[in-house]
């Protein structure tokens, strides 16, 4: 069974520029997760998606974050636009349901010069 | 305010000899806790958890100890192997909230 899978792995871009990460989570997973890892740091949740409603996003910049995800499957995060404090990695992770096992894919790793 | 807290960033331990990662936490509503564990340039993956009626599961080398009154959990993987070189995360959730608040990570290195 294919685990979660996120694109790009690894993308550099200049502040103010915007960027786009993707996440297909594991077929059947009704929740899925946006995390960031700071260097350092452990995951820290930006947003929770149930299917395609975004549940909680308190945790999200919504000055310059924005997420979607469509026909409750696939979901991306954007940041438009990018500051030099977004540079981290971008964790995105699925589960069956609320209370199950969180499966993380292996992130996307920005870097904002 | 760091709910979760790993005070020890890394650890090395010879094979076959025990490994303790330790992890405290601040806020007594957790209900439930887990440990992650991840390779460079990998996502964190489930290793095991533990509820808060528990004060201890075990699942073949790894076993989660939790002391509530302490608010103290740790993890113990017996005997170490050099695959279980890795970062280990822990992590507590609030009852009633499924939002899962992580620690900064302890980094395990087992020498051969």
């Known amino acids: 069974e294919a685990g979660v899978v996120q694109s790009p792995r690894y993308k550099i871009i200049e502040k103010k520029q915007p960027v786009a990460f993707w996440c297909n989570p594991i077929?059947?997973?009704?929740?899925l997760y946006w995390y960031l890892q700071n260097l350092g740091q452990g995951p820290e949740l930006l947003i929770r998606?149930?299917?395609?409603?975004?549940?909680?996003d308190s945790q999200l910049p919504k000055d310059r974050f924005s997420a979607e995800r469509l026909k409750g499957v696939d979901s991306t995060l954007k940041i438009q636009p990018a500051e030099l404090g977004d540079s981290a990695v971008y964790l995105c992770?699925?589960?069956?349901?609320?209370?199950?096992?969180?499966?993380f894919g292996p992130g996307t790793r920005l870097l904002v010069l | 305010d760091q709910q979760v807290k790993q005070n020890s960033p890394s650890l090395s331990v010879q094979e076959g000899r025990i490994s303790i990662l330790n992890c405290d936490y601040t806020?007594?509503?957790?209900?439930?806790f887990l440990w992650y564990k991840k390779y460079p340039a990998e996502g964190p993956t489930f290793l095991i958890s533990?509820?808060?009626?528990?004060d201890k599961n075990e699942d073949g080398r790894f076993t989660v100890f939790l002391n509530k009154s302490a608010k103290h959990l740790s993890l113990h993987i017996v005997p170490s192997q050099p695959g279980d070189s890795a970062v280990y995360f822990c992590?507590?959730?609030?009852?009633?909230?499924?939002?899962?608040?992580f620690g900064t990570g302890t980094r395990l290195k087992v020498l051969a």
């Open positions: 992770a699925s589960s069956l349901s609320l209370a199950e096992t969180q499966y």
């Open positions: 077929s059947g997973h009704n929740t």
């Open positions: 998606y149930e299917n395609e409603e975004a549940v909680d």
């Open positions: 806020n007594s509503m957790f209900d439930y």
């Open positions: 533990i509820s808060s009626i528990k």
């Open positions: 992590a507590a959730r609030g009852a009633g909230t499924y939002k899962y608040i």
